[in-house]
């Protein structure tokens, strides 16, 4: 897997992702160099033309990183990292995101929101790729992800250990007359389809938002955002 441009170099580096090799346009000078070097990664100065042919989104900014495959991780280490800040579990659910470029900005909101992981399912969902890193602005480096078989499954257990599950859905109930004081999970459902029956079904609250416009709904990733960010406000201040 590759990843592109300063920024999200410097934060895989700064994060949990492997850096196999770093491929830097000669005669550049950045602490990027020094970081990976740090890190035990192997530094090669190239031509310009080398990192163009190497690039796959034509934005290397002279920087191409090498990183081993993305490590998922599991339910437990997600709530781990709650435990280990001291706060209520806050979870995001994505039931079905196909497009790369939506789970990379769902992976930065819940990054910049708090949540403690992210949870995908393995099939008919799109995997953390290239595009996804770049896209996330390095938040994939720190944000754990667990993939699952069976997102009901995951729900259950999430149950079971104490998630309130809500389902996001524009005909759902009013985001802002909820407490969310319990530790929560969010569902995203797919792009057009939205949450599937089962996933609906093993929920406990569908919430969603009141659209004043012409257009009924939003994009998955801006709908994440401004459900997550509200959570998150009313969770972490609650758990104080």
């Not at 994505?94 to 708090?114: K, V, Y």
Request: glycine content about 10%; proline content about 1%.
């Amino acid at each position: 897997m590759k990843i592109e441009g300063k920024n999200a170099i410097m934060e895989a580096i700064r994060g949990e992702l492997t850096i196999d090799a770093l491929l830097v346009e000669r005669g550049a000078n950045h602490q990027i160099i020094a970081m990976a070097r740090e890190r035990g990664a192997k530094v090669q100065f190239v031509d310009k033309f080398v990192l163009d042919k190497e690039s796959e989104t034509g934005k290397h900014q002279g920087f191409i990183a090498k990183v081993s495959n993305f490590v998922y991780s599991d339910i437990d280490e997600i709530l781990a990292v709650a435990e280990q800040r001291g706060e209520k579990p806050l979870i995001v659910i994505l039931d079905g995101i196909e497009d790369p470029h939506n789970l990379g900005s769902i992976l930065r909101t819940s990054e910049c929101a708090g949540a403690h992981g992210v949870i995908i399912g393995k099939n008919r969902s799109v995997s953390v790729n290239e595009t996804v890193v770049k896209v996330s602005a390095g938040a994939s480096a720190h944000m754990r992800v667990a993939r699952v078989t069976n997102l009901t499954t995951a729900i259950n257990e999430l149950k079971e250990r104490g998630l309130w599950i809500y389902c996001a859905d524009s005909e759902g109930d009013d985001l802002y007359a909820e407490d969310f004081a319990a530790p929560t999970a969010l569902i995203i459902g797919n792009e057009g389809r939205g949450a599937s029956r089962l996933v609906r079904e093993n929920s406990d609250k569908i919430i969603g938002l009141k659209m004043r416009g012409q257009i009924s709904s939003l994009n998955a990733s801006v709908a994440c955002g401004v459900l997550l960010f509200e959570i998150a406000r009313k969770l972490f201040k609650a758990g104080k």
